[in-house]
């Protein structure tokens, strides 16, 4: 079965600061999918990318897929308070969203 | 457009006893999910409806765990009886195509 591995498991950042969050999985990926999640709260969808070398923005968050890699990232320019929370990564290795396989999340903290 | 809802938000029972966990998906999206999330990881797919029907409940414990999905619109999952390590986040969504909407769960503490 797929298996997605996120990094860091844990990051702390000063407001202001850029950060990357990357997620590895065990096998072909052919969608890739980022949410967001408070704490003890649902998951917030952000992007999804299904292309290799697909990049793509909302806002201060940008995501990519490195298809070769199997890998994805997740950058956020200029961290907010507001961008705390924890990062899942989610993957399919066919086709549709049927077989969604997440990873163990990133917990975000930015300090103001 | 009002989101995937659930209910209850919050759930404190002891062990042995019955619970259910119920799920209202967006108007419109015949695939939803029930997907269960441990302290410190991702969710996990126990169960997956395309409309009534169930299309994925390998990963459903169903000695002890149900689902139904009556007339292909809203969903209860229920845990007969509930155990310690039933104590967890049961969160719904629903979906058109590829992308997930999910609710804001139940968590489930079991004493």
């Known amino acids: 079965s797929q298996e997605l591995e996120q990094s860091p498991q844990s990051l702390i950042v000063q407001e202001g600061k850029n950060l990357t969050i990357n997620c590895t999985s065990s096998k072909t990926l052919y969608g890739l999918y980022w949410y967001k999640q408070k704490y003890g709260e649902g998951l917030i969808f952000l992007m999804m990318?299904?292309?290799?070398?697909e990049e793509k923005s909302h806002e201060k968050i940008t995501a990519k897929l490195d298809e070769k890699k199997q890998q994805s990232s997740l950058h956020i320019t200029a961290s907010q308070p507001s961008h705390a929370g924890i990062y899942l990564c989610?993957?399919?290795?066919?086709?549709?969203?049927?077989?969604?396989?997440f990873g163990k999340g990133t917990k975000l903290t930015v300090n103001p | 457009e009002a989101g995937v809802v659930q209910s209850p938000r919050y759930k404190i029972i002891e062990k042995k006893q019955p619970v259910a966990f119920w799920c209202n998906p967006i108007?419109?999206?015949?695939?939803l999910y029930w997907y269960r999330q441990n302290l410190g990881q991702g969710p996990e797919l126990l169960i997956r409806?395309?409309?009534?029907?169930?299309?994925?409940d390998s990963q459903l414990p169903k000695d002890r765990f149900s689902a139904e999905r009556l007339k292909g619109v809203d969903s209860t999952l229920k845990i007969q009886p509930a155990e310690l390590g039933d104590s967890a986040v049961y969160l719904c969504?629903?979906?058109?195509?590829?992308?997930?909407?999910f609710g804001s769960g139940t968590q489930l503490s079991v004493l």
């Open positions: 969504a629903s979906s058109l195509r590829e992308k997930l909407f």
């Open positions: 108007s419109g999206h015949n695939t």
């Open positions: 409806y395309e409309n009534e029907e169930a299309v994925d």
């Open positions: 990318l299904q292309k290799g070398g």
């Open positions: 989610g993957a399919t290795n066919q086709g549709g969203s049927e077989k969604l396989v």
